[in-house]
């Protein structure tokens, strides 16, 4: 049961990311899923963004969705791959379940606004799913711009509880317990193996995957590092902001991120990004 507490807690950090109470998300959400929303000249694709592991859309983006908005984006979210926990805790279904309801997500959104593009932003195992979707299911050809942050395409070693899963047989439980995604993050896995083989990235979109050396739950950080390609870039958060200490669920509320984010959603009007200093957050 120890073994079983600390792998929850551990997988589930990700649910804490950007901690608000539910009145505070309702209130920075105003205007993300606004369905009559057009895309304007300057932001031609509408941006969807796509939450970690056992949070939700409106936690996992309190803080960076309005800002989207407020610069002039069409931002759609929602929480996706639930299980028995309802919709507050998403992203525990199998991740290939989930890149099929981003793909039914990307139709619905370019169908609705009218744009032939969208842009796609996530968070931990919100880029893990669309890397599958952009590959497997046909989102290379309807995707401009994929950013990530906390990123994960290798699986995580979970600082060796993945091991100790193995060893004790607990992989089971996880299933059962409603978090066949946890399973799929062993860097051992199918899902992982398959995401991998020759290569995570298509030709079409253009990648970026911001990591964290301080991240404590994708292990090792590297895992967000895409293989060198025209259309990739990677960035370590401390390269840009060495006073930067956040780790994987900080990422989700750090100004420093959302800078690089916007920079890559319109690198034609990057901003230097103004380094704030943040404490650790795992």
Known sequence: MKLFARLLVTVGLVATAG??????????????????????????????????????????????????????????????????????????????????????????????????????????????VPAYYLKFLGGGAVVNRFVGFGSNFQGTSLNGLQTLADLTGFRSILDAGGCIACNEYAPNSSFITDLNAGGVTVAGPTYTSIVSQYDTVVTPYTSGILAPAPNVTNIVLQDVCSSDFSGHVGQATDPNVFALVKNALDPANAQPVQCIPMPFYG
């Open 19 to 128: 901690l608000t109470a539910p009145a505070a998300q309702a209130a920075t959400s105003s205007g993300v899923n606004d369905w009559s929303c057009k895309p304007s000249v300057a932001h031609p694709d509408p941006v969807i963004l796509w939450h970690g592991m056992g949070t939700n859309s409106d936690t996992n983006f309190a803080l960076l969705a309005p800002q989207l908005q407020q610069a002039g984006y069409c931002v759609f979210h929602k929480t996706y791959g639930t299980t028995y926990y309802g919709s507050y805790s998403g992203g525990l279904a199998s991740m290939r379940t989930s890149a099929g309801e981003l793909r039914d997500f990307v139709t619905k959104v370019r169908t609705t606004t009218g744009a032939p593009k969208v842009d796609i932003v996530g968070h931990s195992e919100g880029t893990t």
